[in-house]
């Protein structure tokens, strides 16, 4: 075994169906029931023209600037999956550009995800693929290595394992671990639909009870009250 240059067989993965319930729901919404806990960071931001990302991760791990591996995830992955990529956060090469989304869209994959630099930004804003990154730059990529696939990543302090699910939208991403998928959605659920019920109300002005914010500056020994 190469430790740092090796390509790993995915052993799991959240299904189309459950990617499908999680692209209706809020990414703030799966945030707070995990606790305000768990985020990409907020340097990756969503470049692309519009929509929601939602899907299994597929994991590359590369030297920043090298994308060899990154090309060989592409012709791996299964359609809906999200390749999600940590180039060390680096800015100096892009990673990924028009021909590798380009080819990425045709293969019918969620999005992609960069922990590094992408290029040819103004086409990518142009078109839906879910795409997240840390910045953009003009300096194209080598192709030399190492890398894995399939390995563990972790970007801001979020951890991503192969076949969690990965969602995003306008505020960024989030990772929810494979095994948490049904609870978090229980949660997330429940509370983008009482949040949608507070707007309602408030659109039509019943305003719900704000007794708890005296009662918390109370709690918290604010004067003037």
């Given at each position: 075994m190469q430790i740092g240059f090796r390509i790993l067989d995915r052993k799991r993965a959240v299904s189309a169906e459950v990617a499908k319930r999680f692209a209706n729901v809020?990414?703030?919404?799966?945030?707070?029931?995990?606790?305000r806990m768990t985020a990409g960071?907020?340097?990756l931001r969503p470049m692309h023209a519009g929509g929601v990302l939602s899907g299994p991760a597929f994991t590359v791990k590369t030297r920043p600037g090298d994308n060899l591996m990154v090309h060989k995830a592409l012709t791996l992955a299964q359609p809906g999956d999200v390749i999600v990529v940590d180039a060390g956060g680096d800015l100096t090469n892009a990673i990924i550009g028009e021909l590798m989304l380009s080819?990425?869209?045709k293969r019918g994959f969620a999005g992609m995800v960069?922990?590094?630099?992408?290029?040819?930004?103004?086409?990518?804003?142009?078109?839906?693929?879910?795409?997240?990154?840390?910045?953009?730059?003009?300096?194209?990529?080598?192709?030399?290595?190492?890398?894995?696939?399939?390995v563990t990543v972790a970007f801001?302090?979020?951890?991503?394992?192969?076949?969690?699910?990965?969602?995003?939208?306008?505020?960024?991403?989030?990772?929810?671990?494979?095994?948490?998928?049904?609870?978090?959605?229980?949660?997330?659920?429940?509370?983008?639909?009482?949040?949608?019920?507070?707007?309602?109300?408030?659109?039509?002005?019943?305003f719900d009870d704000k007794s708890w914010i005296d009662e918390s500056l109370r709690r918290l020994g604010c004067e003037g009250l």
């Open positions: 809020p990414v703030a919404c799966v945030s707070d029931v995990m606790s960071g907020p340097t080819y990425a869209m960069i922990n590094g630099a992408i290029r040819d930004s103004d086409w990518i804003s142009k078109h839906d693929m879910p795409v997240y990154a840390a910045g953009v730059t003009h300096r194209g990529p080598y192709k030399d290595g190492p890398g894995e696939i399939n801001g302090g979020m951890v991503v394992e192969p076949g969690d699910l990965i969602v995003g939208d306008a505020d960024g991403f989030v990772c929810v671990p494979y095994d948490d998928v049904e609870t978090v959605y229980a949660m997330a659920a429940k509370k983008s639909a009482g949040e949608a019920r507070i707007l309602e109300n408030t659109l039509s002005g019943k």
